[in-house]
Structure formats: C-alpha cells, structure tokens
T-cell receptor, first 114, second 114 residues
Framework: AQSVAQPEDQVNVAEGNPLTVKCTYS??????LFWYVQYPNRGLQFLLK??????LVKGSYGFEAEFNKSQTSFHLKKPSALVSDSALYFC????????????FGRGTQLTVWP | EAGVVQSPRYKIIEKKQPVAFWCNPI?????LYWYRQNLGQGPELLIR????????DSQLPKDRFSAERLKGVDSTLKIQPAELGDSAVYLC????????????FGPGTRLTVT
C-alpha cells in the first residue's frame, strides 16, 4: 500500500540557516513525488515534484528536494531559511503503476525564527 | 489566471442538517478533486473526476456524501445528514490531468458540525 511518512511534526531553524524537512515513502511501483506548502487559512500550494530524471529537483521560492531511491526518501531543503518560509509542509506520493490517488503525509510545521 | 474558487469559506451547521460545497476549477483543468483535511492531518481524497466522470470515489461515504460535476466544469459536494465527525476542511483541487501533473488547491471550506 502507498504511504508517506513525515517523521517530524515540527522543525525549528534560525533565519539564514539551512533547513531540511524529511519525507519517506512507500509505493509498489515507481513513485511520483510532490511537496506542497500550506499557509494559515489558505489552500495548499505546489512547491516542486519529482517524476523522472535528475534526482535533485528545484522548485519555487528557492526550495529543492533530493530523490533517493535506495532510502525511499524525498527530503525538502533550502540553503538559507527565511522567516516567511514558516508554514506547514506536506509531502505526497503517487504510484505511477496505478495512476492512482495522491497520498499525503501528516505535515511538518516549519518555524523560522529571526 | 484565476485560481480554484470555493464557497462558502466557512459553514457552521447542526448535526443532521444538510450542507453543500461548491468548487470552480481553473479554466481548462479536466481533473477535479475533493479532499477532506482533518485537524493535524494531510488531505485525504474523497473523489476524483476526469471531466464529468467520477473515476475514483472509493473513499466517499456514499450513505451520506454525494458529488456531481454535470458539465465537466464546476462541482458540488453534498453531505446529508451531517454528523459531528464531518467537521473538517473540505478542499477542492484541479489539474490539467492526473498522474504527473501538480494539483492546484482552493482555499477550502471549514465545516463545523455542532
């Protein structure tokens, strides 16, 4: 069965420091992987996706993520955090073999303090 | 470009009452999704439409939930009768297709059942 795990409910980082939000997944076939961000009282916004090709994908607002097949991970990263990056981040996976639904993790609350 | 539009933004009803949510997707997006997001959780798919056809409704509680997308554009999700456990945020999303395409989310409707 498809599933996504975000092992950290909260990540706290100082502004200017690098940040990582972790995600691991489980699918029966090859995965399509996505990161979304949710600001208070707003819908989810797409950040980036991995479909195929280069394991390092770059997305909006300076975020990037690295696909690691052997570790079944897709961690979100940013070299220098901003206070405005504080939000709820969701990892999601779709199993390419079924063209099926998108499975979301529980979310990780990122807080960047000045 | 206008985003996904949802109404109402907030709804408070008593249990056993009916409620309906409306969604207008991004123009040209053939795929439309309804999700439910419980507090502290990621979104969970209720139903996915490809044009007018509901292609994945296995997670929709059909005894009380119904949905329609009659002309392949806007959609309505209905609950009748509502239960206390239906309190959640109901999100609508759309995409150009499924599988590799990212989804664009509306702001959601926060339903409170008292």
């Amino acid at each position: 069965a498809q599933s996504v795990a975000q092992p950290e409910d909260q990540v706290n980082v100082a502004e200017g420091n690098p940040l990582t939000v972790k995600c691991t997944y489980s699918v029966s076939g090859n995965p399509y992987l996505f990161w979304y961000v949710q600001y208070p009282n707003r819908g989810l916004q797409f950040l980036l996706k991995y479909i195929t090709g280069d394991n390092l994908v770059k997305g909006s607002y300076g975020f990037e993520a690295e696909f690691n097949k052997s570790q079944t991970s897709f961690h979100l990263k940013k070299p220098s955090a901003l206070v405005s990056d504080s939000a709820l981040y969701f990892c999601a996976v779709r199993d390419v073999s079924t063209l099926g639904r998108l499975y979301f993790g529980r979310g990780t609350q990122l807080t960047v303090w000045p | 470009e206008a985003g996904v539009v949802q109404s109402p933004r907030y709804k408070i009803i008593e249990k056993k009452q009916p409620v309906a949510f409306w969604c207008n997707p991004i123009s040209g997006h053939n795929t439309l999704y309804w999700y439910r997001q419980n507090l502290g959780q990621g979104p969970e798919l209720l139903i996915r439409y490809e044009n007018e056809e509901a292609v994945d409704d296995s997670q929709l509680p059909k005894d009380r939930f119904s949905a329609e997308r009659l002309k392949g554009v806007d959609s309505t999700l209905k609950i009748q009768p509502a239960e206390l456990g239906d309190s959640a945020v109901y999100l609508c999303a759309s995409s150009l297709g499924s599988a590799t395409y990212e989804q664009y989310f509306g702001p959601g409707t926060r339903l409170t059942v008292t």
